[in-house]
C-alpha cells in the first residue's frame, strides 16, 4: 500500500517562500515519477511540477516556470516543492501523486496515489 503524506504549506505573504514534502511508504518510490498538483476553491484541480525517478528531467507550469523547483531525495523517499516569489493567486491546497509512466506528464489521470493535500495560503 502506497501512501504519500505532504506537509510544509501554511500562510506567508505575496514574496515570500514555502518549500512542500511529499513523504512516500514503500521501497519502490525510487521507481516512478512525482508530480505536484494544486487546486484552489471553486477551480480544477491543475498541474504544477513533476520529476522524473532520477530527477533527470522536470516539467512546470507556466505558471510557476522560474519561481517553484521540484526536486527529490530517494534515499529519504520524499519529493520537495520550493515556492518563491509566491503570489496570492498560488493559494490552494497543493498534492502530490505518484506518476503511472516515466515521463514527466501534466494529466491528473496520469497519476495515481494522491496525498490528502495540505493548504498553502499566500495573502497580498
Known amino acids: 500500500q502506497v501512501q504519500l503524506v505532504e506537509s510544509g504549506g501554511g500562510l506567508v505573504q505575496a514574496g515570500g517562500s514555502l518549500r512542500l514534502s511529499c513523504a512516500a511508504s514503500g521501497r519502490t518510490f525510487s521507481s516512478y515519477t512525482m508530480g505536484w498538483f494544486r487546486q484552489a476553491p471553486g477551480k480544477e484541480r491543475e498541474f504544477v511540477a513533476a520529476?522524473?525517478?532520477?530527477?533527470?528531467?522536470?516539467r512546470y507550469a507556466d505558471s510557476v516556470k522560474g519561481r517553484f523547483t521540484i526536486s527529490r531525495d530517494n534515499t529519504k523517499n520524499t519529493a520537495y516543492l520550493q515556492m518563491n516569489s509566491l503570489k496570492p493567486e498560488d493559494t490552494a491546497v497543493y498534492y502530490c501523486?505518484?506518476?503511472?509512466?516515466?515521463?514527466?506528464?501534466?494529466?491528473?489521470?496520469?497519476?495515481?496515489?494522491w496525498g490528502q493535500g495540505t493548504q498553502v495560503t499566500v495573502s497580498s
Open positions: 520529476i522524473t525517478w532520477s530527477g533527470g528531467s522536470t
Open positions: 501523486a505518484r506518476g503511472l509512466m516515466l515521463w514527466v506528464g501534466a494529466r491528473t489521470d496520469e497519476y495515481e496515489h
